[in-house]
């Protein structure tokens, strides 16, 4: 009541006020909407700052009694303990800021402890141990015990896949007593560590119906504990009956256009999927053309390579002149007047694009470099990550007012666009390193080894190459000038955020202050929620440490890709190995997270190159790239492509095209990944492709339940793969055939699905079987062909 009552108050207030001017006395405690909290074993460690625009304000903290508190004096942190009582799988700490009371959603640690051994077998060794996806293949992490031959370690684990090897007086091996393995996705294979159990017991929710200023949701099971939340306010004024929530639609939400509803569920069995819900002016979104550039949860992104994207320019062409850089690794010519033009000409918009994210654009040396590793060849910086300034556009993309007509271009046509931002290191060139060398972390280890691409030992340390100095963020005066930097480039040219490269690298201190300064100086004040995405290889736990609140909107989700990548590509791999990386995705960051769903990356081999079998997963992709002339070597790649794309499409996340995935460029690894992007002279079975990718990023864009939806499974076979998206009335159901041989697919229809007639996106004959009235069918009936998919709509 008194929530209530406190909600009258503000709309009573708020009536005589603007948009932004509500959306800012509102925010004034949180800015969008807050993550999740996932609790860690015993002790968890809150940064208010992540959340709170100021924690001074922050009067009290109430948390649930199986927990306890300290916070410190100046209110930047609040550490939770465990205190031997039972922890509710979801509840909520409620921060009162000024008076108001805000809700965080506090998550149950799923950690298990799991034991690894390894049997020596007789043989004799001075120090095994165990590397993989869970201690970011750091050895020395996670020491093995002698006991009797057999070595054996414990370690914390979320229920899951993790990719591991046993490493053994300093030699890695496969673990000889692990039958499951997987390709390693740099030539070579790791062994596959199950944890837990597989099992999909957990309730779901469902949004079934909103009429009458209320929305309600179907339960699959007797729920123990509802959670609700408009913005960042509990609610406690639902009901729940014959299996049935009902909500009503808070009367605050009829003053701004975006504002959202989030339910979370759990029971015994465990806990829910989340829904999320927009609300435009007090009521449901009902069509895409409510869909605005603002809202993140709709974004298709499209990154391209400006040196290798088009030449618009031809006057600021200036390859280096060295006889020992191949072709591949210099200056192609593209440049930010070249993508304008495209963009003008409607490429990204036929492509039903809403972002576009281009390479670092940033002055790069006039020179090329030799690599450190072998075989030591000579690259240019035609990519862009070899800043030698941190705010002036290379002349070879253009100027100041290149820059500035591309992004009034981009906005003209109701997109955004994000710049690759690169943070962790610089050319040894930069005056950062210049005037201040000892603003980088050391280049030489204590035990006379380089530390450079020691990816993971040295993580937040090691060095790309010996002309790139990666940055020491344990100096705050680092931390401000590159801060301050990311902050130049909105500020100068208003683009709409940043993908960051090598997320991973760089301390989450650095990225909580980035954040914290950009919502300060421009979210805050502008009411701009910027888009923010970064890049990490690693586990689904290290990756996911990087994104809330104060962090990262997200990161592109790897894991899932390498996984979709083996099973659309090679014949053998099933879908239940995709189908359980899915569940691990949507468990591990949310039903609607921010994290990007890729076609391909300019760091991989382009996916169609594997899946035309001009590849192979057990070879060296880089030096394939040089040794021989890779292309599509069976047409059925443009098919299992097309496969990849829809599946990117239509599952939650952010889907992001690679430039030229569009219609099946081919490439092994960088720099053969990065070839001259082609718009004319297409093969047939490439503008084939292009067409079918146009037609999925339309479905994509104009229906709401592939932006906002439920996702069930409904049917997973080694060949087939069924899932379906609903939000409210309006359901997609997509449909993978994997066989080289067609196949007709029976799915039993959920009960909420009987009698919405559906339509064909893409041929396949589909139809139901039972009873002569709609309203009583329960069987879908598909016919695939061989390597193709369907994605029906009502």
Known sequence: MKLILLFLILITTFSSCNEKEISQEMENGIFGLATPI???????????????????KIDSIQIPNSLSKEITKDKKILTLQENGS???????????????????????????????????????????????????WSPKNSPMQNKGGIWETKLLLDPGNYHYQIVADGKWFLDPANPDSA???????????????????????????????????EQSQDLDKVLVFWQNFELTNFTQNLNQIEIPIPRESTILDRSFLRVFASNKNGTSNDILIPLSKGHTLKTSSEITRRDKEATILYFLLVDRFFNGNKENDEPVVDSEVHPKANYFGGDLDGITQKAKEGYFKDLNISTVWISPISQNPL??????????????????????????????????????????????????????????????????????????????????????R???????????????????????????????????????????????????????????????????????????????????????????SYVNSGLLDGQFDF??????????????????????????????????????????????????????????????????????NIKVEDKVGYKKLSQLTAFAFTIPGIPVIYYGDEFGMAGAGDPDNRRQMRFKNLTKEEQQTKEIAKKITKLRKENLELIYGDLE???????????????????SIVAFNKDSKSRKIRIKVPERFKGVPLNSNFGSVYGFMGREKASELRNLEIDLQPNSFEILTN
């Open 713 to 731: 499974i409904l049917e997973c076979s080694d060949k087939t793969f069924v899932f379906a998206r609903t939000y409210f009335d309006q359901i």
């Open 86 to 136: 039972e922890i509710p799988l979801i509840s909520t700490a409620k921060v009162w800021v000024d008076g108001i009371p805000y809700s965080l959603l506090l998550k149950k640690s799923r950690k298990i402890s799991h034991k690894i051994t390894f049997d020596s077998k007789g043989k004799n060794y001075e120090t095994v141990q165990v590397a993989g996806a869970f201690n970011n």
């Open 367 to 452: 020179q090329a470099h030799v690599e450190y590793p072998e075989p030591h060849r000579k690259f240019s910086g035609y990519h862009g990550y070899w800043p030698i300034s941190s705010s002036k556009v290379d002349h070879r993309f253009g100027d100041s007012n290149s820059m500035k007509k591309l992004v009034e271009t981009v906005h003209s046509q109701n997109m955004n666009l994000i710049l690759d931002f690169v943070s962790n290191h610089v050319h040894e060139e930069h005056p950062i390193f210049q005037n201040n060398p000892n603003w980088a972390t050391k280049l030489d280890l204590p035990n006379g080894k380089k530390n450079i």
């Open 559 to 628: 894991n899932l890709y390498f996984d979709a990548r083996a099973v659309f590509a090679l014949e053998n791999e099933s879908f239940s190995r995709l189908k359980n990386s899915l569940n691990e995705s949507l468990t591990f960051y949310g039903s609607h997270s921010l994290m990007g769903n890729i076609t391909g990356n300019h760091d991989i081999p382009r996916f169609i190159s594997y899946a035309s079998g001009a590849l192979k997963f057990d070879e060296d992709s880089q030096e394939a790239g040089w040794e021989r």
């Open 183 to 217: 390709d390693n996705n740099i030539g070579g294979f790791n062994s596959v560590l199950q944890v837990g159990e597989k099992k999909d017991s957990a309730p779901k929710i469902f949004t079934k119906e909103a009429k009458d200023g209320k929305i309600i949701l």
């Open 454 to 544: 020691i990816w993971d030992e040295q993580r937040l340390t090691t060095w790309f190459d010996t002309f790139l100095p990666s940055l020491d963020y344990s100096n705050p005066k680092v931390t401000e000038v590159m801060t301050d930097s990311a902050l130049y480039w909105i500020q100068t040219y208003g683009i709409d955020g940043f993908r960051h490269d090598a997320t991973k690298h760089i301390p989450i201190s650095f990225w909580r202050e980035m954040t914290k300064k950009i919502k300060k100086e421009v979210s805050i004040p502008q009411n701009r929620n910027l888009f923010q995405i970064g890049e990490t290889f690693g586990s689904r736990e290290l990756i996911g």
């Open 38 to 56: 996932t609790l860690n074993p015993n002790e968890t460690e809150i940064h208010l700052e992540d959340f709170f625009t100021d924690v001074s």
